[in-house]
């Protein structure tokens, strides 16, 4: 069976592109999504599936009944896109001044989308039932998963798969790891509350910049002198704020950071160890701080039967060239509570374009993929849900 979804993929491979570059042109924010779960949701009722709308807030969940018994298996993939102006020059780019596809979501909506057609076509044969869930919300945590999840997308589902187009690794890899394979990821603020004045009479003052810089650098101690180093753990400042004219010193300074971990005692250490620091050199320059640390979401962990079944079912199928067991990244997803729930993996496709001078990264203003990568992805899911059992 899975020839046949194959071949039919095949046909449908130019309307996933021009499903890819539709929402890639019209790209929504996290938990500010109204035309994407409104387009994913006609989508599904024309193939005639059951459809839930409005799920966990904005997400959307289609059935597709098979012809015969067996296991309830859940796919999904995320459409939400980030506060990034586009910069690529291409037909497709964003018509959203500020917001792009920076990600790769919108061709995880344009794979589920040919692969729940291409399915579809073979309902008669397939056993058991495919939950496709269509996810908001997952840039920006707490993320689109968890309320999907309590409002019940995962309702009878025995397993669960899902994938991220990579865009910095060839077309044609896939890659698979059982256990920890992304990371926790966290957010932290700090706000020293100092005293301000002239630039000129520093010793009248508190100065929250350089309270704050004390800070930064002493930061960076955490992880090298803390950490075991068999463990692993970034923390990373991504913004430091301190607006004020050239010759006044501030009275406040604001950081604003990341930690990103896989083991929960490490994740609970470091929490603990950035409120001491902060006391500690607020302390010594008798000033006060506002310290708030904010739990993203979870490690994503693989489930070590399901990865090695998924790894098994990629050998063969059109485009596959390499199967990795990759590295785990320190990147975060909320696909990490999904995996708390039920049983199932995630894994990556390469989405590089061997002919491309530069491949950007994630994020990146002048992201792109090559959309080829969505039907390996499709067809590597499709052969997992057929064969499983």
């Given at each position: 069976m899975e020839n046949k979804v194959y071949d039919y993929l095949d046909t449908l491979y130019n309307e996933m592109v021009d499903i890819r570059r539709y929402l890639h042109q019209h790209p929504e924010l996290s938990f500010q999504e109204v035309?994407?779960?409104k387009y994913i949701a006609e989508f599904h009722e024309?193939?005639?599936?059951?459809?839930?709308t409005n799920v966990g807030g904005r997400g959307v969940v289609a059935r597709l009944e098979g012809g015969n018994p067996g296991p309830v298996i859940a796919l999904r993939a995320d459409f939400d896109a980030l506060p990034i102006q586009d910069e690529k020059e291409t037909p497709y780019k964003s018509t959203v001044d500020g917001v792009m596809?920076?990600?790769g979501h919108d061709g995880h909506t344009a794979t589920l989308l040919g692969l729940a057609k291409a399915l579809n076509k073979v309902k008669s044969e397939l056993k058991g039932t495919i939950v496709f869930i269509h996810q908001h919300a997952e840039e920006y945590a707490p993320g689109g998963a968890i309320e999907m999840i309590k409002?019940?997308?995962?309702d009878g589902v025995d397993v669960i798969f899902?994938?991220?187009?990579?865009?910095?690794?060839?077309?044609?890899?896939?890659?698979y790891h059982s256990g920890p394979v992304m990371a926790a990821a966290d957010r932290f603020e700090i706000k020293i509350l100092g005293k301000g004045g002239h630039g000129a009479m520093p010793h009248l003052t508190k100065d929250a910049i350089v309270i704050a810089s004390q800070l930064v650098g002493n930061i960076q101690q955490l992880v090298s002198r803390h950490v075991d180093p068999q463990e692993s753990a970034v923390v990373s400042i991504g913004k430091f704020e301190a607006d004020n004219a050239f010759n006044v010193i501030a009275d406040?300074?604001?950081?604003?950071?990341?930690?990103?971990?896989?083991?929960?005692?490490?994740?609970d250490q470091i929490e603990a160890d950035l409120k001491r620091l902060v006391d500690g050199v607020c302390l010594g320059a008798d000033v006060q701080a506002e310290f708030d640390y904010f739990r993203g979401y979870p490690p994503v962990v693989n489930h070590e039967e399901e990865t090695a079944y998924l790894a098994a079912a990629a050998k063969g199928v059109p485009g596959v060239e390499i199967i990795e067991d990759m590295k785990p990244m320190m990147g975060g997803e909320d696909f990490a509570h999904y995996l708390e729930q039920v049983k199932?993996?995630?894994?990556?496709?390469?989405?590089?374009?061997?002919?491309?001078?530069?491949?950007y990264p994630h994020h990146h203003p002048k992201f792109d993929i090559d959309e080829k990568a969505m039907l390996i992805a499709a067809k590597t899911m499709a052969k997992a849900v057929i064969q499983y059992k």
């Open positions: 035309h994407t779960p024309k193939l005639g599936h059951k459809v839930e596809h920076a990600c409002d019940g997308c995962l899902g994938t991220h187009l990579w865009a910095t690794e060839p077309v044609g890899k896939i890659q406040t300074a604001k950081l604003v950071g990341t930690v990103r971990t896989f083991n929960e005692e490490v994740r199932g993996t995630f894994f990556f496709t390469g989405a590089k374009n061997p002919e491309w001078e530069t491949a």
